[in-house]
């Protein structure tokens, strides 16, 4: 009989706090809050309110996965320090998932004949997106896209079917070709962690837990307060 895989995922890489248990892939429990970067405030506690609910205790986890980004950069090292956390405390494996390929995997099973392009507001009309078939095959890979109609027509135009989702998808709503273009309404969650997470562990596509870091993409926006600035 194979061993039972049991795996906390945690998803920061948004304004969304999200954490889930799976066993084998199959989602046990899951907490979000969507208040809006509380992180660090409540990520412990959902990880608690989550184990209560799976009936687990942490120390029977085998791995902690979290989501790599892109995404914000504060949300991003949170994750990375609760999970690494966890792996130094339990001595188990760090498995790092994409946070794009996370969010089109939860939706590529209720799609045919489409192109799922996630996206993450990355300010303004920017956005971190990438693009894959319903299996998860790469059509475009990851990049900080500004987006414009212009933008818009040589990425996403032609004759595919495109379908966005993601905290940035509102975005691309004025260029959107009526009957062959569509929103849907999805944000990121640490539940479309579990089968990617379980396939990596079975396949030990492990990370190191000190030298691994976020994929940010892009540099922090980080400004200065002007009272702190020479003169």
């Known amino acids: 009989m194979s061993k039972s895989i049991k795996i906390l995922?945690?998803?920061?890489?948004?304004?969304?706090?999200?954490?889930?248990?799976?066993?084998?892939?199959?989602?046990?429990?899951?907490?979000n809050t969507t208040k809006g970067f509380v992180h660090s405030s409540q990520g412990t506690l959902l990880v608690d309110g989550c184990l209560e609910e799976a009936g687990l205790k942490i120390k029977e986890m085998d791995a902690i996965s979290v989501s790599e980004g892109p995404g914000s950069y504060t949300g991003l090292r949170v994750g990375f320090s609760m999970a690494k956390g966890f792996c130094y405390a339990l001595d188990i494996p760090f498995i790092a998932i994409p946070t794009l390929e996370a969010l089109a995997h939860g939706l590529a099973e209720q799609q045919s004949d489409t192109v799922i392009s996630p996206m993450i507001d990355a300010r303004r009309m920017e956005v971190y997106t990438a693009s894959y078939k319903t299996n998860l095959e790469s059509v475009a890979t990851l990049q900080a896209l500004i987006l414009d109609e212009h933008t818009y027509l040589d990425v996403f135009g032609g004759n595919v079917r495109n379908v966005f989702i993601g905290d940035g998808a509102h975005k691309v709503a004025p260029w959107l070709r009526g009957g062959q273009d569509q929103i849907v309404d999805k944000i990121c969650s640490a539940?479309?962690?579990?089968?990617?997470a379980l396939k990596k562990y079975r396949n030990k596509?492990?990370?190191?837990?000190?030298?691994?870091?976020?994929?940010y993409l892009k540099s922090p926006n980080i400004t200065v307060s002007k009272k702190n600035m020479l003169t």
């Open 205 to 215: 596509t492990f990370c190191d837990i000190a030298y691994t870091v976020p994929l």
């Open 9 to 31: 995922h945690l998803e920061t890489s948004t304004e969304v706090c999200s954490v889930a248990v799976s066993e084998n892939g199959v989602l046990l429990a899951e907490r």
């Open 191 to 196: 539940r479309d962690q579990a089968e990617l």
